[in-house]
């Protein structure tokens, strides 16, 4: 008579997490949130590239007292050709602000958001506009930043 094997239990995928105010571009769920401009895939720890105009989409619960974030880095082989480049947040159709970063590097963009201009029971939509976008020499490709992570917090 042999024992019985040994029982092994197999590693569960990663819990979806319904879709709310903030995302990270390598959530399980983040094609939920892009509506487009942004690449198919993450890369290294969890980024990607913002094509010229990236826009999200979140849902929220309220609308009182929140401010958008949006982490990015801007790298330092693009900017030595693009030099400075301007941001434009929208949310809604509605110019946010327009930063203009002179510097490569990571950054943290984050600003209150007047109430009105959220909402909830349907999508609060979020663009950002990259000018001047950096041009890949080979395909062509425009791409504005690389995105971390993006949404509302208190």
């Known amino acids: 008579m042999y024992p019985p094997p040994?029982?092994?239990?197999?590693?569960?995928?990663?819990?979806?997490k319904a879709m709310?105010?903030?995302?990270?571009?390598?959530?399980?769920n983040v094609e939920e949130y892009i509506v487009g401009g942004l690449q198919d895939q993450t890369e290294g720890d969890g980024w990607r590239w913002a094509h010229e105009a990236p826009e999200l989409r979140f849902r929220l619960d309220r609308t009182e007292k929140?401010?958008?974030v949006l982490d990015l880095g801007l790298p330092e082989y693009n900017f030595k050709q693009?030099?400075?480049v301007t941001l434009s947040f929208f949310i809604n159709g509605r110019l946010l602000d327009k930063v203009r970063y002179t510097t490569p590097g990571d950054r943290r963009y984050e600003k209150r958001v007047p109430a009105g201009w959220l909402k909830t029971g349907e999508f609060t939509l979020v663009r950002v506009e990259a000018d001047p976008p950096w041009i890949a020499p080979t395909d062509k490709v425009k791409l504005g930043f690389v995105l971390h992570r993006a949404g509302f917090i208190e």
């Open 6 to 16: 040994v029982q092994r239990l197999l590693p569960s995928a990663p819990e979806k």
């Open 20 to 28: 709310g105010g903030f995302v990270n571009m390598n959530d399980v």
């Open 66 to 68: 929140l401010k958008f």
């Open 82 to 84: 693009t030099g400075p």
